[in-house]
């Protein structure tokens, strides 16, 4: 029985999933997890990745204890940063987090002289000051002169396990470098961030076998001979995989630290309405496109959680916000203040305030503005997406750790008018391990491994509640014009 690892890494922490298939049925085991997050350190915030690789093999030494000798493995993790590796092969410093502020003023900077439909029409990639693009952009200088090659976080990562380098293109189309048209590294977006094309892994595409963990890392650590394929190396190009999705006209949302609201293509959209939406062609598994919206997440709610010192779990937060009414306040989600304040609730607290609205006080009146307005963003984006596709979405599936707020689900369900589909909340170590499946030919293609997943796990539906906030969405919209006007 072939046993496949799944190593799956978000901002605030890490697991090793052990999967494989018993009675037709996927059976999915976590083995492993450890924190994550970045701390400053040489003037910005950046993550410490030696702690993540030694935590994937402190992952794969368990799996060894268990009597596996053998395994495949896959990584994931989370987009836009990046490491720089000098000419010896060792990293120049520990990478940059993308919630760093150096990039704050980048898009404006960088586009004074080379237009924004320019880049889009090129990439059909949105803009947010965090792609790496604007990261490149404010870099060292004399640090990337003193690069050899740029590797995007689980490239690198694969590249310390195996000693061979890759740049996988799910992950590398959120660079905001990557032609659409060429399917290779924009030449004029390169040389205006001063780097070069050959500075970055020949590009390949997820499901491609990248090598045997080396040799030295038996020699220190007892871990099981890993064969290691370059899957689906972004998070979300993960989770979309696994989402269980059937027909035409359905959405999904990849809803944890960040929510990623759209529909899977089979050709990109980057036309004036996609632009003007600020909507991502970024790119999938197997020649489709992730045509998407970035929506803050649950980061605002985790935040809140470790601001009241962890003394809540994530079901008792749910469980308190279901005390109160819904829509007390209108917040607009998306706005670069919750990106990274030094305090989440007090900057709630402000917005309310200076929006001349009630100021949620207590943890249940907290959370609740948390979950209905995330609920009636989802809502306004799937109008949004419905349009620019020219056809509305009767469905929408809800997968990651926010497919388990029921509250949530339920509102979004009512306002957007559509039937939501939630779970797997495992949907990106299930996509990690789908195409791992596929490159080893235990599963012929994506439609047959949603299959297996919708028989695997338990999914639960939601459907609108008739006749319930058929105002709240229309004044939410209005609202949301009236503070871009203000901003």
């Given at each position: ?239 979309v995989v696994g989402t269980p999705g059937k027909g035409e006209d359905w959405a999904y949302i990849s809803s944890g630290t960040w929510s990623l609201l759209g529909a899977e293509l089979d050709t990109p959209e980057n036309g004036l ?49 279901g005390e109160e009414k819904p829509f007390q306040q209108f917040i607009d989600v998306n706005d670069k203040r919750f990106s990274n304040p030094k305090n989440m609730i007090q900057e709630l607290q402000n917005y309310c305030q200076e ?133």
């Amino acid at each position: 029985m072939q046993s496949y690892v799944a190593v799956d890494i978000g901002a605030s922490s890490g697991r090793l999933m052990l999967a494989n298939v018993t009675d037709g049925k996927l059976q999915l085991q976590e083995v492993h997890r450890f924190s994550n997050g970045f701390t400053e350190e040489n003037g910005h915030d950046r993550w410490n990745i030696d702690h993540l690789i030694n935590e994937i093999f402190s992952g794969l030494e368990k799996i060894k204890k268990m009597h596996i000798d053998h395994v495949r493995l896959a990584i994931d993790t989370w987009a836009v940063d990046y490491v720089l590796v000098g000419n010896d092969g060792n990293k120049l410093d520990d990478p940059v987090s993308y919630r760093d502020n150096r990039t704050c003023n980048a898009i404006k900077d960088l586009t004074s002289d080379l237009p924004k439909e320019y880049i889009y029409e090129k990439t059909g990639i949105q803009f947010q000051d965090f792609n790496t693009l604007y990261q490149l952009f404010t870099e060292d200088k004399a640090k990337l002169a003193k690069t050899d090659k740029i590797m995007m976080i689980p490239d690198y990562i694969g590249y310390v396990l195996t000693g061979n380098a890759v740049t996988e293109v799910t992950n590398a189309s959120t660079t905001q470098m990557l032609s659409l048209r060429e399917g290779l590294f924009d030449k004029d977006l390169l040389k205006k961030v001063n780097v070069y094309p050959d500075q970055f892994p020949r590009l390949v595409e997820a499901g491609t076998w990248l090598g045997n963990v080396s040799h030295k890392w038996h020699m220190r650590y007892d871990i099981p001979e890993t064969e290691v394929i370059t899957g689906t190396t972004h998070d979300t190009a993960s989770a979309v995989v696994g989402t269980p999705g059937k027909g035409e006209d359905w959405a999904y949302i990849s809803s944890g630290t960040w929510s990623l609201l759209g529909a899977e293509l089979d050709t990109p959209e980057n036309g004036l309405d996609a632009f003007k939406e600020n909507y991502t062609n970024e790119w999938g598994a197997y020649g489709t496109y992730r045509f998407l919206k970035n929506i803050m997440g649950l980061w605002i709610a985790q935040c809140v959680k470790k601001e009241y010192d962890n003394q809540y779990s994530f079901a008792d937060l749910a469980q308190l916000a279901g005390e109160e009414k819904p829509f007390q306040q209108f917040i607009d989600v998306n706005d670069k203040r919750f990106s990274n304040p030094k305090n989440m609730i007090q900057e709630l607290q402000n917005y309310c305030q200076e929006t001349n609205q009630k100021v949620p006080e207590t943890p249940s009146e907290i959370m609740m503005a948390i979950y209905s307005n995330l609920s009636l963003f989802y809502a306004n984006e799937l109008e949004k997406l419905g349009h620019i596709l020219g056809h509305p979405i009767t469905t929408l599936n809800i997968v990651g750790g926010g497919s388990n707020v029921a509250l949530m689900n339920q509102l979004t369900s009512t306002l957007a008018k559509v039937k939501v589909v939630a779970g797997p909340s495992e949907a990106t170590a299930i996509g990690n391990i789908l195409v791992q499946m596929i490159t080893s030919g235990q599963i012929e293609n994506i439609a047959q491994g949603r299959q297996l997943v919708a028989k695997s796990f338990d999914l639960k539906t939601y459907e609108p509640e008739v006749d319930q906030y058929n105002q709240v969405l229309t004044d939410y919209q209005a609202f949301l014009q009236k503070v871009a006007v203000v901003d």
